[in-house]
């Protein structure tokens, strides 16, 4: 699929664009499943607008761990691409390492930079030390997907019955069950970044990092594990890879799935004959999650070119895919929302009453809270940490929550900064993020 981005982005280069004045530039992303189809419609926009600048495009990232695993390496080898989209969470650690470039020159020099639906809210999603390092792409929120002819087998057919806590999910599986289903649920608990177990730390309003201590140890990280054991175990859940969960749900194999309003649009493409719908992510309560974790990527300048004319040209892309345009195609061809005001407000001033599926994440906007990163260099090995060991709930290889919580808390902390490291990681992860989003996207 790269392939055919980049041959598309070559093909349209107008004809009175001379050979010796084309710049190209390198990009990369993650999620190819997600995202090729968006950079499909937005690449012949750009070119329409650029036809001097040819964009490249990388092997995509399987996954936000993977895009700043992949960066820090390619900054060792001196292989860096010019533009790079990664998780809203994972900004910081660029930053900090001096990979990524501040974007203040080149706003600077635009004339109106508030004009494609920029404002101080959004900017501060990407903003470190009182710099601008990335312009945010996509904002996203947990919900459930629900298949409606399986979940009619469970007495389920109207969006007024569908659960609304996860003892009703238990509940409801069941049902299922009884009914022949084999596997009623996909709970994921594997997506990027723990982000399902910060949603139920959230969830009780309790963020999973205060400062830099890990907060899994509390009365709300105990519950959070035991919800999983429970919805695992009463769901008798597989333990199956993301991507293959997505194909068995769109494949109307899966009754329930709980995952980011994200994947949407390739589910919508994807899936079957039977009927799709959305709702609201559950709680542990009735009345619902008290907050709720936003996902999401950026784009960021990482550039190691001294020509003024490819940073130039980065910038024009950099700019284009996160402004007006470029960013409505994200909410037309994912579930993403674009955090931009000119695209949700002008662009997109129908779309979600034309898409009530789409709409689910909107309604939720009130709950966002800050996806959070683990501070330090560590960062990535503890979200590693953490998989493994949610990984064990779902296996059986844990069955005494209280004793895995206990186990993670104290691998976590021996990996968590102390000192001089920790204050550079509290300077650096400032941004007030729930605010920032909601103002952006509502």
């Known amino acids: 699929m790269n392939k055919t981005l980049t041959a598309i982005a070559m093909l349209l280069t107008a004809s009175a664009a001379q050979a010796e004045d084309t710049i190209t530039i390198e990009f990369a992303y993650p999620y ?126 109207s969006m007024d019955q569908l659960p609304k806590t996860w003892d009703e999910v238990v509940e409801v599986c069941g049902k299922l069950h009884d009914a022949g289903v084999r596997n009623p649920m996909f709970w994921g608990w594997n997506i990027t970044g723990n982000w399902f177990l910060q949603a139920l730390m959230w969830s009780q309003d309790k963020a999973t990092m205060e400062g830099n201590a890990i907060q899994i140890s509390s009365a709300e990280g105990l519950k959070s594990f035991e919800t999983m054991k429970n919805l695992f175990r009463g769901c008798d859940m597989q333990n199956i890879e993301w991507k293959a969960a997505l194909a068995s749900f769109s494949a109307g194999e899966i009754g329930m799935m709980f995952w980011s309003t994200s994947a949407l649009g390739a589910v919508e493409r994807a899936k079957g004959e039977f009927e799709l719908k959305t709702n609201e992510f559950p709680g542990l309560e009735a009345s619902g999650p008290k907050g709720l974790p936003a996902g999401g990527n950026a784009a960021m300048l990482v550039s190691t070119s001294e020509d003024p004319k490819v940073l130039n040209a980065a910038w024009k892309w950099l700019k284009f895919i996160t402004s007006g345009e470029g960013a409505a195609d994200v909410a037309r061809t994912t579930g993403y929302m674009p955090p931009n005001k000119a695209a949700n407000e002008v662009i997109l001033a129908d779309f979600y009453k034309q898409n009530p599926n789409k709409e689910t994440a909107v309604r939720q906007l009130p709950l966002l809270r800050d996806w959070q990163a683990y501070p330090g260099d560590n960062g990535l090995a503890i979200t590693q940490v953490i998989y493994d060991g949610i990984e064990g709930i779902v296996t059986g290889e844990y069955e005494d929550m209280g004793e895995l919580q206990q186990e993670l808390s104290e691998e976590v902390e021996d990996l968590l900064p102390s000192g001089s490291q920790a204050d550079r990681s509290r300077k650096i992860h400032h941004c007030p993020f729930r605010r920032a989003v909601a103002l952006s996207v509502q």
């Open 32 to 157: 190819s499943h997600l995202f090729d189809v968006t950079y499909e419609k937005i690449l012949p926009k750009f070119k329409e607008q650029h036809p001097n600048i040819d964009v490249k495009m990388r092997a995509t990232y399987e996954s936000y761990e993977d895009g700043t695993n992949t960066i820090l390496r390619e900054a060792v080898a001196g292989t860096l691409p010019d533009v790079t989209m990664q998780g809203l969470n994972r900004q910081a650690i660029l930053v900090e390492k001096g990979i990524a470039k501040p974007l203040e020159p080149f706003i600077l020099k635009e004339e109106d930079f508030t004009k494609d639906g920029y404002h101080d809210a959004m900017l501060a999603l990407g903003t470190f030390n009182d710099d601008i390092y990335g312009l945010p792409f996509s904002v996203s929120l947990p919900v459930g997907y629900y298949n409606m002819d399986v979940m009619a087998k469970a007495g389920i057919t």
